[in-house]
């Protein structure tokens, strides 16, 4: 081999060497800086996971208790010698050192709370607090009070993570503001749903129970227990959710202190299948039905109502069918009613149901309502049988 062939051999060598380090190199560069992203990622995601912790307990309100709470899982994440949470007038809160810096802090709640820095003075030799910085909680676009960030050196970074630490401390008050309206819309429902509950019907009730008292005390004793535990179901206040075993026995309940006044002109089939028994579904739900459907038929009409109330499986759902052969209703007027423009006190448990199945469900399980004038009703709905945050409170 020629001394400049061995000479090409050896620059091609180096050649390759050199490139392969380079990329080495490169590849270890691009790896460190790989590395740093993803630290960087994992302390962001636990620096908002603990901003999450810190806010969570003001999801119940600005309170006492629940400003407590978050001041004591917020000062260590902002790493500062002491916080406090108020509201528009005193301090709610104070964690950390210094708390006799409190008064001075009150003394500067004289109106809607504002982002500042301010100076602390106090004669305590070695006092940790020297300055603050105020940032304004809000709910619902107003201000309800402060988070005040306190330290021994004013520094623009402690105002950024009290402003910072402050907005997301006000998304669990507004969050806490929307739990509080839709727990208030709920217990208007209900009370709606309640009051649906014909004045009319417990009246005949009790009358029909108290025909039976002389002429069959047991009979009277019966529908009492029955009257007794339709009216306990129906007022009670432990949570959204029931059982469909638990609503059916409502139902029977509220059928047969209607069989007590109509006697042989209400017939009523129930074709149920014991697997779907288990089934969550919002509470009240089919009673405001097949009292329609009692409506429409016997109150309606002087001719016999048969009621027939079927629930089958099939497969992830439960169908659920109400059918009536009473007077039945026009459809421009049902549709009407369902978007809530037929007049106030007209049908407001049909509404009401059909929304609160939405609203849990999804607009695909509203419900569906087969009707025409003196052609009788049909309801129907689908209730999955699993469904996450719907669950039914233990039996009582």
């Known amino acids: 081999m020629t001394v400049l062939g061995t000479l090409a051999l050896v620059l091609v060598g180096l050649a390759v060497f050199v490139c392969g380090a380079a990329l080495g190199h490169g590849a270890a560069r691009r790896q460190r800086e790989h590395a740093a992203d993803g630290d960087e990622v994992r302390a962001l995601a636990r620096a908002l996971h603990s901003a999450g912790l810190a806010a969570a307990p003001l999801r119940g309100g600005l309170g006492p208790d629940t400003a407590r709470r978050a001041a004591?899982?917020?000062?260590?994440?902002l790493a500062v010698p002491a916080l406090a949470v108020t509201d528009t007038t005193s301090v709610l809160a104070w964690d950390g050192a210094a708390e006799h810096h409190r008064n001075q802090l009150e003394a500067r709640l004289t109106g809607p709370p504002r982002s500042h820095t301010f100076p602390l003075t106090c004669d305590a030799g070695g006092c940790p607090v020297r300055w603050g910085?105020?940032?304004?909680?809000?709910?619902?676009?107003r201000?309800?009070?402060?988070l005040v960030v306190c330290a021994a050196t004013e520094t623009s970074a402690h105002a950024r993570a009290a402003e910072a630490a402050a907005a997301r401390l006000s998304l669990d008050l507004d969050l806490a503001g929307l739990d509080r309206a839709?727990?208030?819309?709920?217990?208007?429902?209900?009370?709606?749903?309640?009051?649906?509950?014909s004045p009319h019907f417990i009246y005949n009730s009790l009358a029909s129970i108290a025909s039976f008292v002389r002429t069959d005390p047991e009979r009277a004793r019966e529908l009492l227990q029955e009257f007794a535990d339709f009216t306990r179901y129906s007022f009670r206040r432990d949570g959204d959710f029931t059982t469909l075993a638990e609503e059916l026995r409502s139902i029977e309940q509220y059928l047969e202190l209607a069989?007590?006044?109509?006697?042989?002109?209400?017939?009523?089939?129930?074709?149920?299948?014991?697997?779907?028994?288990?089934?969550?579904?919002?509470?009240?739900?089919?009673?405001?039905?097949?009292?329609?459907?009692?409506?429409?038929g016997l109150e309606e009409s002087v001719e016999r109502?048969?009621?027939t109330i079927t629930a089958e499986d099939e497969g992830t759902e439960a169908r659920v069918a109400i059918e009536d052969n009473g007077v039945g209703m026009d459809p421009e007027r049902l549709r009407a009613i369902l978007?809530?423009?037929?007049?106030?006190?007209?049908g407001i448990g049909l509404s009401n149901v059909d929304r609160r199945l939405r609203q849990v469900y999804g607009d695909d399980h509203g419900l569906v309502i087969e009707t025409g004038v003196g052609a009788g009703t049909k309801i129907t709905l689908r209730l999955p049988k699993f469904r996450p945050g719907v669950q039914a409170p233990p039996p009582v």
């Open 72 to 77: 004591r899982r917020l000062r260590p994440l």
């Open 133 to 141: 910085a105020l940032a304004p909680l809000t709910a619902g676009g």
């Open 143 to 146: 201000p309800v009070g402060a």
């Open 182 to 197: 839709r727990a208030d819309a709920y217990e208007a429902e209900m009370r709606a749903l309640r009051a649906q509950i």
């Open 259 to 296: 069989r007590a006044r109509f006697g042989r002109r209400l017939e009523v089939t129930l074709r149920i299948a014991p697997e779907v028994l288990p089934v969550t579904l919002p509470f009240l739900c089919l009673q405001p039905l097949v009292e329609n459907a009692l409506k429409h």
């Open 305 to 307: 109502s048969v009621i």
């Open 339 to 346: 978007r809530g423009t037929a007049g106030a006190a007209t």
